[in-house]
């Protein structure tokens, strides 16, 4: 499990505590490396500002919440020798940035089934749009669920490998 924010990260890591086959790492994926991102709140309704797990690095409002490490998926995978059969993806945005490094070092090529949220809300339009083009290459659809009250597009997807 991945989680780049404090906050989050530490109640993940008390979340699974009891779990030997769980390894957390307080880091960021992405197609890149890089130290000391800043991370901040997109503008959502104040209701909701507590809800850390929409914190982006694309285009947040306001002051960061915190400051973040970066490291290229493959990179995460080759150094731990992690090359997963099965993804689940809430990137908030960064959707793209993984799986396009993912494809191109050819980790993407043992996956075989996404769970993705593609939430095209306030700035990830693009890298959800990307991101499913890029799947549907090699993998179909097979189920949705969440539509965005905007257009109806679906939210979430999973993605299952093709014969």
């Known amino acids: ?54 914190a982006t690095i694309n285009n ?9 490490r970066l490291i290229k998926f493959s990179d995460m995978c080759k150094e731990n020798n992690i090359y997963p059969d099965m993804l689940k993806i809430d990137v908030e945005g960064c959707e793209y940035d993984i799986l396009s490094n993912a494809k191109e070092f050819d980790i993407l090529s043992k996956v075989k089934v996404i769970y993705i949220e593609r939430n095209n809300h306030y700035n990830t339009k693009e890298s959800a749009q990307l991101s499913k083009n890029l799947l549907l290459e090699d993998f179909e659809i097979i189920g949705d669920s969440g539509h965005n009250s905007g257009n109806g597009e679906p939210l979430n997807y999973i993605f299952k490998r093709k014969h």
Do not use: C, W
């Not at 390894?23 to 959502?44: F, W």
């Not at 947040?60 to 973040?68: A, L, R, S, V």
């Open 1 to 54: 499990a991945f989680e780049p924010v404090g906050v989050t990260y530490s109640i993940l890591e008390s979340n699974i505590k009891n779990y030997s086959n769980i390894n957390a790492y307080n880091v960021g994926l992405s197609n890149i490396n890089k130290e000391n991102i800043s991370i901040g709140m997109p503008s959502i309704p104040q209701h909701r500002q507590h809800n850390y797990g929409r």
């Open 60 to 68: 947040f409002k306001g002051e960061p919440i915190d400051h973040i």
